[in-house]
């Protein structure tokens, strides 16, 4: 049943613009990387919203910060959660949308003076990208069983410091026992990040599920040496391997099949000078495939073609996986009803699996679990210049309104 009621666009959008502000880079978008300074200054800020909005604030031993409404009952919450984390070159709208359109709601709640049937909460989860600590969505998979909290504090990132250190440096290391709530439900707001919304001309994603992902760091020692004196024959050269897995990656994500892509992200060599032979590499590749078979293929292909690289240039190469998560189903009833309350508010809607990874997939397995998609300008993301345009959040955010007010019961 659609009630009346409507979030305020103008809260919300001041909003988005004010944490846009914490971590800002000059020319536009955000780097918030997790746990870094930025990223405390913006919890800091969100968590001070969430306290004037009434809430009770939590922070748990992997930081993750929830913020809870009181219900008629004292039952399991509807959760509203996301991220606000980012990457290096992040824009407004990843992550943050989902989490400041669940303290819209909030706000919505407490402007109608309503009590939910159920407890209402928002949160946000720590590490949700990975960027600096491998993998992502850390913190909602601690929160949600998938991950070992301790394995999780113990993870040094590309900079050295372990979550745990960076945890009480930043004064978000929580007392709350991590891995240990099931909500009733959990909704996510999300921008799409891709191009299949706007192409489609559609308003609202009804996500089916998101596509397994695997990512593999790949550290290459060969050997240093002249550019000029040493002949082809005698090298042992990490920049040309490095290149060669970034080279198969790309044939993998064209001769799989399916929807499958690659990614090589990071690569740095050493020395890294125009006349030196490099000595070692370091090479990431993200491999994600809806279809986890099919992953697995990619991941073997990859694997074999780093075994041929290591006997034909007499380099040795060391891989680590950074993180693997199969493909994950949303609830079936919690998808069809995204569309209908998109329908029954005006907007059109599609369905449709997400290609990043979301918080919402650690909880799909243990509670019915909804995401919201609305389109991403130019399809970018990960991209200072993602955009989504302020009628496209007000018809995500409503439906992500009407969702938890019939979830937690008006
Ligand atoms: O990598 C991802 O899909 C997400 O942004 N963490
Ligand atoms: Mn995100
Ligand atoms: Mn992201
Ligand atoms: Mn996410």
Known sequence: MITNHRIDLDRLMGRIRALGEVGSLPGGGVCRLALSDA????????????????????????????????????????????HIDTVATGGLYDGNLGVLAGLEVIDVLNDLGLTTHHPVGVA?????????????????GVHQGALSLETCLATAGIDGATVGEELQRIGYAGETPAGSVTPRAYFELHVEQGPVLE???????????????????????????HAGTTPMRLRHDAGYVAAEIAVEARRIA????GDQVATAGAIELDPGLVNVIARSARITVDLR?????????????????VVELEKSEGVT???????????????????SLVA?????????????PSGAGHDAQMFAPNCPTAMVFVPSAGGISHNVEEYTAPDEIAAGANVLLQMVLSAAGR
């Open 39 to 82: 990223d405390k200054a913006g919890r800091d800020l969100v968590s001070g919203w969430m306290r004037d909005a009434g809430l009770a604030v939590t922070v748990d031993a992997i930081g993750n910060v929830v913020g809870s409404r009181k219900g008629e009952t004292d039952g399991p919450m509807v959760l509203v959660g996301s």
């Open 124 to 140: 946000f989860f720590t590490n949700e990208e990975g960027a600096r600590f491998a993998p992502d969505m850390m913190g909602s």
């Open 199 to 225: 192409e489609a001309g559609i308003a609202i994603g009804a996500v089916t599920g998101v596509q397994g992902i695997s990512w593999t760091e790949y550290t290459v020692a060969g050997v240093s040496n």
């Open 254 to 257: 064209r001769d799989i099949g």
């Open 289 to 305: 495939n809806t279809d986890d078979l099919l992953l697995r293929e990619a991941e073997a292909q990859m694997a074999a073609r």
């Open 317 to 335: 190469i060391a891989a680590r996986s950074l993180a693997r998560f199969a493909p994950v189903g949303f609830d079936e009833a919690f998808v």
């Open 340 to 352: 209908e309350t998109a329908q029954k508010l005006g907007h059109t809607a599609m369905r449709m």
